[in-house]
């Protein structure tokens, strides 16, 4: 948008009068934020109405994008970024005597999300935008994100996330859109006429408010909305006959437990805890969401029978699947259609994501349950189940009833969420070429079997603009000055910077850089965590969710071994490490937990020994979250992607540090495969069991950790110091760890992999040692990983899943 400086200083100065009563130089960060934020909102604002209208009047289909996590992170940087107005507001700012980077500090992540799934979540809204894609996100407003992670005497300790404290500048209320969701009663039948009609009774209202937040695209004047939903009593109030009694509580008792719906985001692998009320979660903003497209709909009056030529519905992972029910009970129910033409359009409408291979992630719930709290939805899903079944037995001619049973929805009183949504959608997606594999010739083969076209992969991608422009300026304006500015849209470009590998100058630029970026974040872990690191040592970084699959434990007992080779030998001549950890595990994950203790107590020991001469540092930096991430990843030099092959469905972290010029060291899972295709195998360091062995081991059950464990001396030093006493703490505090990997045999092939892992370290400090090459391999890995941009990924999901085509948008700001 066009904007002066001088201009930009007239709205802000008449902005924070407005919004605080309060000459510029008298108001608080927060409210210098907040003025900005109203201001660009207004900017985005005249996008936003002319994008909706034009979708509207120009009756584009439109795709909606449901999940039960956006991590979305903050906004005003990107905001201003994709507005391009950084540098005038920055200047502006400046101008009035105030740092753009303290107003930036003040905005609170958005922390929707646990890991992976729901930043993935956020960078396809941020693609969809930019690349003019009509596309929206639906999912819950929490009031509490994902929790607090910090770290007391080593253990991580969970704090509630009140992101929402200081109220969200960035939404918008929408009361005038609430719907109800319904939830228990009973259903009854009845003919009208000829139609057997079913309605639910004596059912427990709850209003579903809408919060939209605009998702801006790059310089494109296109604006999405992400729609989050919030639970509400029906009409607001308390019980005022019991209040004027004294009945305080139970006076507001009711109010309480339909709020506590969106009260909080569910950590992963903790949902036994709270299942009734995650699945009342989940049906909450799936009925939400579909009701309001609905009456989006009708007001194209095109007629219900075309309802999937407009609309596509996708789900993430299957925390969405009631979608499936909700949306054939609203053809059946209300819009009164046939079975068979409600079932063609649900099926034609939605599309799924598999995300994950990991059992305690495929979610089931108890039939008992469904039932009671959705009755109506309950009959769908058997009658769905019904038919199915039918069709196995009738087109498909399966018959064998171990057969029939692995394909089920239903079985064993429980309702497989991941089977419903498979049987009720036209595509079924996972999120690397691997991991599509692994489905659909093991995980999933049943049902690939019966229906090989709705197979198919869609690797992950990531937002590179941010992980560019937000969180590493200096490589940005090195590239901008190499190869122009292309890359931000069309990031593949990135490739002409190969050219620029013999380039000495060049390389040393990129070597500055990553220097500058590493005394950056050096400097924040001395203010954070009082720990002095060597900006010239090798910054290796794993951070991701804490998760024995995830392997931190590998990499940690390898930097256990490097000790005791300095301890043995203070003057090994090996280029100084610093290790940096980042993640949390979920609260209820008992053995993630010792993990992140381990990891600190190893740290504490090691930091504070003299005598290996700071040549080895180990830091755990708390609350990992996306700020965090943007601090960590510009600064590495190394990046651990140490999954056991076959667990890890992509990764996405991956991408993120080898767009900034880290080195990936990995095993062969999940995307790496496609990183390593991409560079080249001599830009990459490998290691490690591949997913064959994996699966031959899990198989045919040879696999034996002590043998290995009693074979190999220097494992099974590092081992031995997990519970000899070795360690600063109670003898028995890491015996969950050490039986893991011996008593019950070490499921993820630690013991196994550890001596190819520490081979491959050694290759790194052995590359590492030549400033060139290292910078060559940094390079080639910034070139090439321009093709892991989200845009491109969604890109594929628009053509080849959703069928929605491009909206240009013409509008001057
Ligand atoms: O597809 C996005 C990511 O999703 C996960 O985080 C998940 O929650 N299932 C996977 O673990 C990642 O591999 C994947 O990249």
């Known amino acids: 948008m066009k904007l002066t400086i001088a201009e930009f200083k007239q709205d802000y100065i008449a902005q924070i009068k407005s919004s605080t009563a309060r000459q510029i130089n008298e108001t608080t960060a927060l409210e210098r934020y907040t003025a900005l934020g109203e201001m660009v909102k207004e900017y985005i604002g005249n996008l936003w109405a002319n994008t909706n209208s034009t979708y509207r009047t120009e009756q584009v289909k439109q795709i909606y994008y449901f999940s039960m996590e956006f991590l979305t992170g903050k906004f005003m940087e990107n905001n201003l970024n994709y507005l391009g107005i950084y540098e005038i507001v920055k200047d502006g700012l400046r101008s009035l005597d105030i740092d753009i980077d303290d107003i930036l500090e003040v905005e609170v992540d958005q922390g929707l999300g646990n890991g992976g799934l729901g930043r993935?979540?956020?960078?396809?809204?941020?693609?969809?935008?930019?690349?003019?894609?009509?596309?929206?996100?639906?999912?819950?407003?929490?009031?509490?994100?994902?929790?607090?992670?910090?770290?007391?005497?080593?253990?991580?300790?969970?704090?509630?996330?009140?992101?929402?404290?200081?109220?969200?500048?960035?939404?918008?209320?929408?009361?005038?859109?609430?719907?109800?969701?319904?939830?228990?009663?009973?259903?009854?039948?009845?003919?009208?006429?000829?139609?057997?009609?079913?309605?639910?009774?004596?059912?427990?209202?709850?209003?579903?408010?809408?919060?939209?937040?605009?998702?801006?695209?790059?310089?494109?004047?296109?604006?999405?909305?992400?729609?989050?939903?919030?639970?509400?009593?029906?009409?607001?109030?308390?019980?005022?006959?019991?209040?004027?009694?004294?009945?305080?509580?139970?006076?507001?008792?009711?109010?309480?437990?339909?709020?506590?719906?969106?009260?909080?985001?569910?950590?992963?692998?903790?949902?036994?805890?709270?299942?009734?009320?995650?699945?009342?979660?989940?049906?909450?903003?799936?009925?939400?969401?579909?009701?309001?497209?609905?009456?989006?709909?009708?007001?194209?009056?095109?007629?219900?029978?075309?309802?999937?030529?407009?609309?596509a519905i996708h789900i993430n992972d299957t925390h969405p699947a009631l979608a499936i029910p909700e949306l054939m009970r609203i053809l059946l129910d209300e819009e009164e259609m046939t079975w068979e033409e409600a079932w063609k359009i649900t099926t034609q409408c939605i599309s799924y994501t598999n995300h994950t291979i990991m059992a305690e992630a495929l979610e089931k719930w108890p039939l008992y349950m469904l039932r009671d709290l959705l009755p109506r939805i309950t009959m769908i899903i058997e009658e769905i189940e019904r038919r199915f079944t039918e069709d196995l037995i009738n087109v498909y001619h399966i018959t064998d009833p171990n057969h029939l049973s692995a394909m089920h929805i239903i079985y064993d009183g429980m309702v497989r969420m991941a089977h419903l949504s498979i049987i009720g959608s036209h595509s079924i997606n996972g999120v690397a070429k691997l991991h599509t594999e692994i489905l659909k010739n093991k995980e999933l083969k049943v049902f690939y079997d019966i229906y090989p076209e709705r197979f198919n992969?869609?690797?992950?991608?990531?937002?590179?603009?941010?992980?560019?422009?937000?969180?590493?300026?200096?490589?940005?304006?090195?590239?901008?000055?190499?190869?122009?500015?292309?890359?931000?849209?069309?990031?593949?470009?990135?490739?002409?910077?190969?050219?620029?590998?013999?380039?000495?100058?060049?390389?040393?630029?990129?070597?500055?850089?990553?220097?500058?970026?590493?005394?950056?974040?050096?400097?924040?872990?001395?203010?954070?965590?009082?720990?002095?690191?060597?900006?010239?040592?090798?910054?290796?970084?794993?951070?991701?969710?804490?998760?024995?699959?995830?392997?931190?434990?590998?990499?940690?007992?390898?930097?256990?071994?490097?000790?005791?080779?300095?301890?043995?030998?203070?003057?090994?001549?090996?280029?100084?490490?610093?290790?940096?950890?980042?993640?949390?595990?979920?609260?209820?994950?008992?053995?993630?937990?010792?993990?992140?203790?381990?990891?600190?107590?190893?740290?504490?020991?090691?930091?504070?020994?003299?005598?290996?001469?700071?040549?080895?540092?180990?830091?755990?930096?708390?609350?990992?979250?996306?700020?965090?991430?943007?601090?960590?990843?510009?600064?590495?030099?190394?990046?651990?992607?140490?999954?056991?092959?076959?667990?890890?469905?992509?990764?996405?972290?991956?991408?993120?540090?080898?767009?900034?010029?880290?080195?990936?060291?990995?095993?062969?899972?999940?995307?790496?495969?496609?990183?390593?295709?991409?560079v080249g195998e001599s830009n990459i360091i490998l290691f490690g069991l591949k997913v064959e062995e994996v699966y031959d081991y899990y198989q045919n059950g040879h696999y034996n950790a002590y043998e290995i464990y009693n074979n190999s001396p220097d494992l099974k030093a590092v081992i031995d110091e997990l519970v000899n006493g070795y360690l600063p703490v109670p003898k028995d505090e890491f015996i969950p760890i050490a039986d893991r990997l011996l008593r019950f045999n070490d499921e993820f092939f630690i013991l196994k992999d550890f001596e190819s892992y520490r081979l491959a370290q050694e290759r790194i400090a052995e590359i590492y040692r030549d400033k060139y090459q290292w910078s060559k391999m940094s390079l080639a890995n910034i070139a090439c990983s321009g093709a892991f941009s989200a845009d491109y990924t969604i890109e594929r999901y628009a053509t080849s899943i959703w069928n929605v085509q491009k909206k240009l948008l013409d509008f001057k700001l």
């Open 120 to 311: 993935l979540a956020a960078g396809f809204l941020d693609a969809m935008s930019s690349i003019s894609i009509p596309g929206h996100g639906c999912g819950i407003r929490y009031k509490n994100g994902l929790f607090e992670q910090r770290i007391i005497d080593g253990y991580q300790v969970e704090f509630p996330d009140r992101w929402l404290v200081n109220n969200n500048v960035w939404e918008y209320k929408r009361n005038n859109k609430a719907v109800i969701v319904k939830y228990n009663g009973h259903v009854e039948t009845h003919m009208d006429g000829e139609r057997l009609k079913f309605e639910l009774v004596n059912y427990d209202a709850v209003r579903a408010v809408p919060y939209d937040t605009p998702i801006l695209g790059f310089e494109n004047n296109t604006v999405n909305t992400l729609r989050l939903w919030s639970a509400e009593e029906i009409d607001d109030i308390f019980d005022f006959e019991n209040f004027s009694k004294g009945n305080y509580l139970s006076a507001f008792e009711k109010k309480h437990s339909v709020e506590i719906i969106t009260q909080i985001l569910y950590p992963n692998d903790a949902y036994d805890e709270g299942k009734l009320l995650r699945l009342k979660q989940e049906y909450f903003f799936v009925s939400a969401g579909i009701q309001s497209i609905f009456n989006t709909y009708k007001k194209m009056n095109v007629g219900i029978n075309r309802f999937a030529e407009f609309v």
């Open 457 to 678: 992969n869609k690797t992950n991608g990531i937002m590179h603009r941010h992980w560019l422009l937000n969180a590493n300026p200096g490589l940005t304006k090195l590239i901008g000055d190499t190869i122009g500015d292309g890359f931000k849209k069309n990031p593949r470009v990135l490739r002409d910077l190969l050219k620029y590998r013999d380039d000495k100058s060049f390389l040393d630029d990129l070597f500055e850089i990553k220097h500058q970026n590493k005394e950056n974040l050096a400097k924040y872990i001395k203010d954070k965590q009082g720990i002095v690191v060597d900006p010239y040592a090798i910054f290796d970084m794993q951070a991701k969710r804490i998760h024995e699959y995830k392997r931190q434990h590998l990499n940690i007992l390898h930097v256990m071994h490097l000790y005791r080779q300095l301890k043995e030998n203070p003057n090994l001549d090996i280029p100084p490490r610093v290790f940096v950890f980042a993640g949390k595990s979920a609260p209820s994950y008992y053995v993630a937990k010792q993990i992140i203790k381990l990891i600190n107590t190893v740290g504490s020991v090691i930091n504070n020994d003299k005598s290996i001469k700071d040549k080895l540092k180990v830091v755990f930096l708390p609350n990992y979250g996306v700020s965090l991430a943007s601090h960590m990843i510009p600064a590495a030099d190394v990046s651990e992607q140490i999954s056991t092959a076959s667990k890890e469905a992509s990764g996405t972290g991956n991408m993120k540090f080898m767009m900034n010029g880290a080195v990936t060291l990995a095993t062969l899972d999940g995307a790496n495969v496609e990183i390593m295709n991409e």
